[in-house]
């Protein structure tokens, strides 16, 4: 599976962005092969990346304290694509944005793996 994120780019504190993330890749069939929870990550520099919010396949969502109430995560099971809608943005939501699907293969051995995307830049000016 890939992810490929997309969205990012610079933004003044207050501003918005919406930022996008679609799997790939070659799936034989969703009775053994399933996207579960997805979400989203963010890495500032100097600091450790941090979860920002997730949601599962039933639409369940969780937040990061830091974003509840400014952010919001979806999701279109059809498209395998996650969104990450960002209103009242702060300069310390500056950093890198990371996209991620967990998927579980039902084959001969069951399999779950954790897939990153690629990482999309989000810069927020004060």
């Known amino acids: 599976v890939q992810l490929q994120a997309s969205g990012g780019g610079l933004v003044q504190a207050g501003g918005s962005l919406r930022l996008s993330c679609a799997a790939s890749?070659?799936?034989?069939?969703?009775?053994?092969?399933?996207?579960?929870?997805m979400g989203w990550y963010r890495q500032a520099p100097g600091k450790q990346r941090e979860p920002v919010a997730t949601?599962?396949?039933?639409?369940?969502?969780t937040y990061a304290d830091s974003v509840k109430g400014r952010f919001t995560i979806s999701r279109d099971n059809a498209k395998k694509t996650v969104y990450l809608q960002m209103n009242s943005l702060k300069p310390e939501d500056t950093g890198v944005y990371y996209c991620?699907?967990?998927?579980?293969?039902?084959?001969?051995?069951?399999?779950?793996?954790?897939?990153w995307g690629q990482g999309t830049q989000v810069t927020v000016s004060s």
């Open positions: 949601i599962t396949s039933g639409g369940s969502t």
């Open positions: 991620t699907a967990d998927s579980t293969y039902l084959g001969p051995t069951v399999v779950v793996e954790r897939h």
């Open positions: 890749g070659s799936i034989v069939s969703e009775n053994i092969f399933k996207i579960n929870d």
